[in-house]
């Protein structure tokens, strides 16, 4: 197996980060027009307003069958077809993009790649690392996500 360099991992991460903010953008597009405390709500399985590391990951899992729309087993690009057909430069940067999180270099995401992908999002989200990501410290990382994506585009 090749070692990535510092560059190429931080390449790697930021890339695999972006792929699961469109997919769960693709997927949840009515929840996160009301700000994502349904999302929230769902993935706090304990009710207590706060995700663990295990809350997040049994929800992601949960979330595979949502993306993978034409049920085939894997979510690829395939899945989105009103995504390529509306928007051809996000269907073509999914595409990029999951070949970044694809493991084994056949153009998708199993479910087993999903769940073995890095909780990136919850890693940013948990910004005082108690392993807990409240619906607070959630909210401030997706702005912050949602900023550096503008100031990219910008």
């Keep these: 197996m090749q070692r990535l360099g510092s560059t190429e991992t931080s390449s790697a991460v930021r890339n695999i980060t972006i792929f699961f903010v469109l ?6 597009r009515a929840l996160a027009r009301r700000g994502g405390g349904e999302w929230f709500a769902a993935a706090d399985a304990s009710g207590d307003g706060s995700v663990t ?26 899945d989105f077809p009103r995504l390529a057909k ?16 694809d493991s084994n270099g056949d153009g998708a995401i199993s479910r087993s790649e999903f769940a073995q992908a890095p909780p990136v999002m919850f890693e940013r989200s948990d910004t005082n690392r108690d392993g807990r990501v409240t619906k ?7 702005a912050q996500m949602r900023a550096a994506v503008e100031q990219k585009r910008n």
């Design 23 to 28: 997919l769960a953008s693709v997927a949840t």
């Design 53 to 78: 590391k295990a809350e997040f990951a049994s929800y992601r899992d949960a979330t595979f069958a949502k993306l993978d729309r034409n049920s085939d087993g894997v979510v690829s690009p395939a």
């Design 86 to 101: 509306r928007k051809p430069e996000a269907i073509a940067r999914l595409t990029q993009v999951l070949g970044n999180a």
């Design 136 to 142: 607070a410290e959630y909210d401030a990382a997706r």
